[in-house]
């Protein structure tokens, strides 16, 4: 048994593939495709992204991180949900805000225009949870230059959503900015600034009422965004386990106001584990071993989470030959849309 928080998460209910299944399958750890003679390659923490002239390939890997590393161990079929549900809100989302997304040719990966991203994550929180917590446990009120009201407990509803920006940092942790930071160091256009504010703002109500439909509460989020030819766009995925943290609806509002633990579906779990295992990215703290179960018990999580918010059943991708399937069915796309 792991040391999470199980909450209302029912391993023998939402049980989608064989454990055995699972421990045989490798994951998708990395990739190293040869697309095009002049493409340019960038590996982020769970994203491959090749470069081809003015096109993205995206390719979502099996990796998990937390605490900005990496895990030693990949989540099957983990890449394939994330690439799923991130197109499946892109396009919910189109009339709200242009995005980058082109196709999907395969299960794992997402293709489309080449943006110059902004150097800043547009991070919205609506309750009190996760880094926003942890520093008003210590005592903080403000945060990123954002006031957060005194009397608030673990998973409070803030008054307003609240936007608390962080840098985009290639190696190592983002960092908690300010607006007026951001601004005064010249790392967004003021009028793209304001355009990107606007956009969260705009999503994340989107967000929360597709969450709410679906008997769930989004909690926070972070949304990215690019310039494409001038305009404001939203690019990377959105309202995935990865980049945002769900509670149930159900049993909200009792379970706060006996001061109780929320039942959530995302990967703050992960976190919890690690932090139970001694582990929160300092230095000199050691990644702990991930042990089979869990390994397990997150490739069902996601799995679960994806089916909630697109009230849809999961379709497990033949992970056989997967490198091939993906080199194949990009190489394809790219060879019918020239």
């Not at 340019?40 to 081809?52: A, L, N, Q, S």
């Not at 161990?73 to 919910?92: D, T």
């Not at 673990?154 to 601004?183: C, N, Y």
């Not at 379970?255 to 703050?268: A, D, F, N, P």
Request: proline share 5%.
């Amino acid at each position: 048994m792991t040391g999470c928080t199980i909450d209302a998460y029912d391993k023998n209910q939402f049980v989608n593939f064989a454990a055995q299944e699972v421990l045989n399958m490798d994951g998708i750890q990395t990739t190293d495709f040869y697309f095009h003679p002049e493409q340019e390659v960038y590996h982020g923490k769970v994203r491959d992204v090749y470069t081809i002239g003015e096109r993205m390939v995206m390719v979502a890997s099996d990796r998990i991180s937390a605490f900005d590393h990496i895990l030693p161990r990949p989540i099957p079929y983990k890449g394939q949900v994330l690439n799923q549900m991130a197109a499946f809100f892109l396009e919910a989302t189109r009339d709200i805000v242009p995005n980058w997304m082109e196709a999907c040719p395969d299960p794992n990966v997402m293709i489309g225009k080449k943006c110059i991203p902004q150097r800043v994550e547009m991070v919205i929180r609506g309750y009190l949870a996760g880094h926003a917590w942890r520093q008003y446990k210590s005592g903080e009120r403000v945060l990123c230059g954002v006031a957060m009201p005194d009397g608030m407990r673990e998973s409070d509803k803030f008054p307003e959503p609240i936007i608390t920006p962080a840098t985009k940092a290639d190696e190592g942790h983002d960092e908690d900015i300010t607006r007026e930071d951001i601004l005064s160091r010249g790392l967004v256009d003021p009028g793209h600034y304001e355009r990107m504010e606007r956009y969260t703002r705009a999503l994340f109500a989107r967000g929360t009422a597709m969450a709410e439909a679906r008997g769930l509460i989004l909690v926070d989020t972070k949304y990215e965004f690019g310039i494409y030819q001038d305009e404001v766009v939203l690019i990377d995925e959105i309202h995935t386990p990865d980049s945002s943290r769900y509670y149930y609806l159900e049993g909200y509002a009792e379970r706060q106001q006996r001061g109780e633990h929320q039942k959530q579906l995302s990967k703050e779990f992960v976190r919890e584990w690690l932090m139970d295992h001694g582990f929160q990215g300092l230095e000199g703290q050691i990644m702990p071993d991930m042990p089979d179960d869990f390994v397990i018990e997150i490739s069902e999580r996601y799995i679960h989470l994806y089916e909630l918010m697109t009230g849809t059943t999961f379709e497990k991708a033949d992970y056989g030959q997967v490198l091939d399937r993906i080199r194949h069915n990009v190489e394809a796309y790219l060879g019918s849309s020239q």
